[in-house]
Every structure is written in C-alpha cells, then in structure tokens.
C-alpha cells in the first residue's frame, strides 16, 4: 500500500494511508499519551493493564477475574510486544489496533466467569 499522508502528533510521526487513517491514527497516539503516565514512550504491562480497565466491558457484561486479567495482559504483550523489549512502544501499539484482522495472531478466547 502506497502511504499518501504523514499523521503528526506532538513528538510522533506516523505514515498513513489516507487523512481518514490519519484521525485515527490521531486517537490512537492520544488514547497512548494518556496511558503512558511515567511519559517515557512506551507502555509497561502495568501500564497496558490500566488500559484494558478502561475499557472494560459496558456494564451489565462481566468483567475479568484478577487471574483472567494477567492473561489477557500477557496475551497482548505477546501480539503486541514485536521487539520482545517488555514494553510496547507507541508503533507498537498503533500498528496492533491499526491492524487487518486477518494479521493478527489468533488467540485462544477467554470466559469471564460470574464472580457474584
């Protein structure tokens, strides 16, 4: 794919395909920034965990146990963690939500279970 437009945001330039591309590219780097609370670039597993609690399931579906969360966390940081550093650096990141489905790894599913 030819890329046809270069999305800026602050310190972060990414090449993209189109300006549509270009805004979601946009959010992503935000949706990073406000992430990576330490500013150093890149996102621990602690840091990815806060994520995944933010994102957590619209109310009325369960949420993960303590133990499915550290799944699900070393699951992403396997997908995502490309340069096997232990953190995932904002192309990292980018790349992984930006990708085509048929790319990305399959993952066993995991069951929430009820926790009353």
Do not use: C, Y
């Amino acid at each position: 794919m030819a890329l046809l437009a270069r999305s800026t945001t602050e310190d972060v330039d990414i090449e993209v395909a189109d300006e549509q591309t270009s805004e979601v590219v946009h959010k992503m780097v935000s949706l990073f920034k406000k992430f990576d609370t330490n500013g150093d670039g890149a996102l621990s597993k602690e840091e990815l965990k806060e994520v995944i609690i933010e994102l957590n399931p619209p109310k009325g579906l369960l949420s993960p146990t303590p133990e499915q969360l550290e799944a699900i966390l070393d699951v992403f940081m396997t997908q995502m963690d490309t340069n096997s550093n232990g953190q995932i650096e904002m192309n990292e990141f980018v790349a992984w939500i930006h990708r085509k489905p048929s790319t990305a790894p399959a993952a066993r599913p995991v069951a929430f279970s009820d926790r009353g």
